[in-house]
Every structure is written in structure tokens, then in C-alpha cells.
């Protein structure tokens, strides 16, 4: 679209969005008559309900542009405008963390926030009044002007800071200066819905890289100059570009990986301090709009969707429960904090910890479910006495427990009925006695050759 109107006087293009503009009616209706002209040319077509004609202003990129200027529009900076005053210390600590992170907008920060600060001594009672509320406005009337928003400028390098908590998740999109130092394009958040909440540290903080890709899309597909950053180190492993998809990764990982595919990028680890504009905004985060829709179905009871199974999910859920060790990985996984020194039988699940989620109370590996009913599992996939590759080849398509090559090779070698098929002497080969005489013992056979019937007699002897 770029190529085919380029050249045309009051004509800006963006991926498919055309704007066209005029110091005068006839001069805009002529310049659109070209733009028309050269999409009929290329056998184009637009929707006329997604067309606005000689209109005083309009959203563009983001920003409402009229004769005045630029401006930002409400959407855009509603995660700013409708930030909730803190309602405690944790949450203060992480206001001023925003705060911190625009610090040099902020020429008076010491005198404006002093309220602020005062509010963290750890002998003072939370007590929010009047200029604290002072306060709070003042940063949201600082972060919403012109000194700190910038336009959105193609040629200018972007980067995406993310960020999750417990109950929200955030992005911001600024542009990167010479300084190193960010302005804030756009920012957004919302809270996590019910079934998120369940999500373990790395897919929460997954789930805040992708809610701002797909939320900044138009800003950012097809840039070869984007940068992501995350306080959580694992996701940059995990997403890097060129990096393998571990085969075992869950298949809403497997299909965020396929998404962040289609963008050009570097993921880079910024530690938590660092990060305070978007940990501000995920911490005290819009409410989620969207209607919840439940537990994703993403193939993660796999062991339900045939009849006649060993287990059930719920079963698997209470054995879990009512397990020591499974019971500490699960919490290790969804805390995403390990504890040390390490126990010896946590070992085996902290070697493949970046194959492990959690839903509810199930542990999970990719698809496959660790087994705490081991014994009926596998006499369930020893029921027709299959040897030990093909029990091998139909657990790990399900199931995973540390030994479970071990467990299912003593299985079959102890099972009675696979002992006495195992333990069948073998006839041994012998060859015919060599004839010494003709026609002492004759080969009979029969054949077809070009349409022809034969019957085939060799004689031992002769032959």
C-alpha cells in the first residue's frame, strides 16, 4: 500500500490505514479522487462503512489529529487517568516506582511526594487523606501532558515494557532516545481474569507479553527496531527469537510462541527496579471488560477425551493434594520459587522446571500429567501385554513421572504372562539332508508369468 501511493501530495500511510488531508475542500476531494484512482488501478476496494469523508478531525495511529495539532486520545491513556489511589504500602511502593521511572519529568519530586514517602516508615499508621490524593493527581497530570507523551515517529526505535502481578498485567509503548532514556507512547492494563489468576509466574508474566503485542499491533508489526522488556528472566530464554520450542511446553505456550513469531524483536531482562513504570501499572490495573470465559481447552485433559481411562483429572487433583513431594513442586512452580537447599527428591522436577505448569491443583508437564496413581496407570497400559516400546511410546505421550523408563522396563520383565512368552525356546533352523539320487525329493510350486499360469517342479538333486 505504501509503494502504490507513494509520491501523493496530503497523502500518510500506515499498513492499511490511508489518511488524506487538504488546506481546502477542493484540494481534499482532489487528492482523494487520486487515491481512489490509483486503488482502482490496482483492482483494490474499501469498505465505505470503515471510510470517513471531510471530517474536522480523526483518530490516526492512536492520536487525534485536527487543525490544532496532535493530541492523545482518552483510550490511550486511560491506564494513567484512572489509576486507583493506592490502598496500602505495597501498592504505594509500587506508585512511586512509576514515579522513579519518570524521575526527570519531575524537577520537584522531593517536595511534591514528601506525603508520599512518609507514608512507608514503617512506624507510621496508613492513614490516606487529602494530600496524598494531591499527590497522586499531580504525577497522572505530569504523565498525561506533552512533556511526557510522545507521538508515535515510524523512524524512531520502540520498545514494550511488561509486567504481571498476582491480579493484573501491564504494557507500556515508548519510543528510545539517543539518552537511552523513554517516552511513553501508549500504556495499557487490566486485571487478570479468574482463570489467569490460576496461572503459575511464568505464564502470568507470558500472558502481560502478549496482552501488549496484540494490544499494540498496529505500532508495532513489520518494525525491525522493537524491543521487549521483562523482569522475569525465564521469558527471555523462553521467547528469544530463534530459540527452539521446547517440545514438551504446554500448548498455550506453544501457541503464544507461534504469535510472538510474526513480530520482529529482542526480549531483554530488566530487573523489577528498573522496571517501575509497567510493575506500577500492573499492580493497580483497570478492571478486566471482558467477559471470563473459563479454563482454556488446550488439550490438558487429554487422559478424559477417551473412554474407558485410568485416571480422571479430579483424582489426579486429589492425589496430588494429599502427596509431600508433588504437593511442594506444585507450589514451587506456581510461586516460581524453589526452595533451598534443594531437597534430593525435588531434583528430577527442577531439571525440566521450564516444562512445568500447573492448572488448579494438577502438575503438569507440557501435556502430559505426572502420575501419583502409578501402579493403575500402568497396569492399565500393560492390559494387553504390549512390550516395552510400545508402553514406552503410549505413556509419554500422556503421562511423566521421574523413572518412569525403569518403572515400565521392571514391569514388563516381572510381569508371569510376558515371562512365559519371553522364556519359549526357539526351534532351531535346519537345513533339508542333501538328496544322493534323482527324484529323491522334489520342490512343487506354481506361478503366474504374462498372463500364464505355471507349475513349478525342481528336483533336489538336479538343481
Not at 513469531?261 to 471488560?289: C, F, Q, V
Amino acid at each position: 500500500m505504501t509503494d502504490l501511493l507513494a509520491g501523493l501530495p496530503g497523502v500518510l500511510v500506515m499498513q492499511d490505514d490511508i489518511l488524506v488531508c487538504g488546506e481546502s475542500i477542493p484540494t481534499h476531494d482532489k487528492r482523494l479522487l487520486n487515491v481512489l484512482d490509483k486503488l482502482h488501478e490496482a483492482g483494490l476496494r474499501v469498505r465505505l462503512n470503515k471510510c470517513a469523508f471531510r471530517v474536522s478531525s480523526v483518530v490516526f495511529l492512536g492520536f487525534r489529529i485536527d487543525a490544532e495539532g496532535v493530541h492523545p486520545v482518552k483510550e490511550k491513556v486511560d491506564a494513567i487517568r484512572n489509576f486507583p489511589p493506592p490502598r496500602d504500602k505495597a501498592q504505594l511502593q509500587s506508585f512511586l516506582g512509576l514515579v522513579n521511572f519518570y524521575d526527570r519529568f519531575f524537577p520537584d519530586k522531593a517536595t511534591r511526594f514528601e506525603p508520599l514517602y512518609r507514608l512507608l516508615d514503617s512506624a507510621a499508621p496508613w492513614i490516606w487523606d487529602e494530600e496524598h490524593d494531591a499527590a497522586v493527581n499531580y504525577v497522572k497530570k505530569i504523565l498525561l501532558s506533552d512533556q511526557v507523551l510522545d507521538y508515535y515517529d515510524p523512524k524512531k526505535p520502540l520498545c514494550i515494557a511488561v509486567d504481571a502481578s498476582d491480579y493484573g498485567i501491564s504494557a507500556i509503548l515508548a519510543h528510545i532516545y539517543p539518552d537511552c532514556s523513554e517516552r511513553p507512547i501508549t500504556c495499557a492494563s487490566r486485571t487478570l481474569t479468574p482463570t489467569e489468576r490460576r496461572y503459575d509466574t511464568f505464564n502470568k508474566e507470558a500472558c502481560a507479553l502478549l496482552f501488549g503485542i496484540t494490544k499494540f499491533h498496529k505500532y508495532i508489526y513489520g518494525r525491525e527496531n522493537l524491543t521487549i522488556y521483562t523482569d522475569h528472566k525465564p521469558l527471555v530464554g523462553f521467547f528469544k527469537p530463534g530459540a527452539p520450542t521446547p517440545e514438551n511446553a504446554s500448548p498455550r505456550l506453544i501457541r503464544w510462541s507461534l504469535i510472538m513469531e510474526t513480530y520482529d524483536y529482542k526480549i531483554i531482562h530488566r530487573p523489577g527496579r528498573k522496571n517501575g513504570n509497567a510493575d506500577a501499572l500492573s499492580r493497580l490495573p483497570l478492571p478486566h471488560t471482558h467477559h471470563d470465559t473459563g479454563q482454556e481447552i488446550a488439550g490438558i485433559h487429554l487422559l478424559e477425551l477417551s473412554s474407558g481411562t485410568p485416571v480422571v483429572h479430579t483424582e489426579i487433583a486429589a492425589a496430588t493434594a494429599v502427596d509431600p513431594i508433588l504437593r511442594t513442586v506444585h507450589e514451587a512452580v506456581f510461586l516460581d520459587r524453589w526452595p533451598t537447599p534443594l531437597p534430593a527428591a525435588l531434583k528430577p522436577y527442577h531439571n525440566v522446571k521450564a516444562e512445568l505448569t500447573t492448572l488448579d491443583s494438577i502438575l503438569l508437564r507440557g501435556e502430559r500429567v505426572p502420575a501419583v496413581l502409578q501402579q493403575r496407570i500402568l497396569d492399565s497400559l500393560h492390559a494387553e501385554h504390549h512390550g516395552i516400546t510400545k508402553m514406552k511410546a503410549v505413556a509419554y505421550s500422556y503421562i511423566w513421572w521421574p523413572g518412569l523408563h525403569s518403572h515400565i522396563l521392571a514391569y514388563v520383565k516381572t510381569c508371569p504372562t510376558c515371562r512365559e512368552t519371553l522364556n519359549t525356546p526357539r526351534c532351531e533352523y535346519k537345513s533339508w539332508p542333501t538328496p544322493t539320487n534323482h527324484w529323491q525329493r522334489v520342490h512343487v510350486d506354481y506361478c503366474s508369468y504374462e498372463g500364464q499360469d505355471y507349475l513349478v517342479i525342481v528336483d533336489a538333486w538336479s538343481r
